[in-house]
């Protein structure tokens, strides 16, 4: 006969499910379309329903210059967390924000592009100083000690953990990937999914340009 489960165990279960339930409810809320109005065109985009995305963060640029998201000011954040030894992931969407950019023309001088690393260890200053000019030559590169990425991170609700497949140094990290829009007072505008096509990037990014925001 099977022993009936102890109550210790029966709430470790109920604890459990209900973490479950609440990291898939802030997931939805998180990615759910909401519609929004940009130029009198109603676009469904990714936008966060009652959640707060994006706030100060102090990081150290690939030039070796100390800076804060004050420091972008005046201009849109194009903000992507990834690091320099992914092998597709993150290549793909630097090059779409590249392309993107490239589609706005004058206008994308308006935009400025950032990709931070949530692989402090290996993406060092002089490392993301040669990485991120292969993408686009505005591109900034933005690493820290792990407790400022951490930090980052946890303000942008980006996922990331270290998933070893062999020596202390061969490792991915698995993370979330999403490339996010903050307005000119770095308030959070929107945020797009991985792969979104370039041309729509830029599209709504100059709607975004169009009305002051």
Request: proline share 5%; with cysteine.
């Amino acid at each position: 006969m099977f022993s009936k489960p102890s109550y210790p165990l029966i709430g470790a279960m109920l604890a459990a499910l209900a973490a479950i339930a609440l990291a898939a409810y802030v997931a939805w809320q998180v990615t759910r379309p909401v519609p929004i109005a940009t130029s009198g065109i109603t676009r469904s985009v990714a936008v966060p329903a009652q959640i707060k995305i994006g706030g100060p963060f102090t990081l150290t640029d690939h030039e070796g210059k100390r800076v804060t998201d004050a420091d972008y000011r005046g201009k849109l954040m194009l903000i992507y967390f990834g690091y320099g030894f992914c092998p597709d992931v993150c290549p793909t969407e630097l090059q779409n924000i590249a392309v993107a950019l490239d589609e706005m023309g004058d206008a994308a001088a308006a935009v400025q592009p950032i990709f931070i690393t949530v692989d402090p260890e290996r993406d060092t200053v002089d490392f993301l100083a040669e990485y991120v000019s292969n993408f686009h030559s505005r591109m900034v590169g933005l690493t820290g000690s792990s407790k400022e990425i951490d930090a980052a991170a946890t303000l942008y609700r980006v996922y990331h953990a270290k998933v070893k497949s062999g020596s202390d140094e061969d490792y991915l990290v698995d993370h979330s990937s999403f490339v996010y829009l903050m307005g000119r007072d770095g308030t959070f505008l929107t945020m797009f999914r991985g792969a979104t096509d370039p041309k729509k990037i830029a599209t709504i990014i100059s709607d975004y340009l169009k009305s002051r925001t």
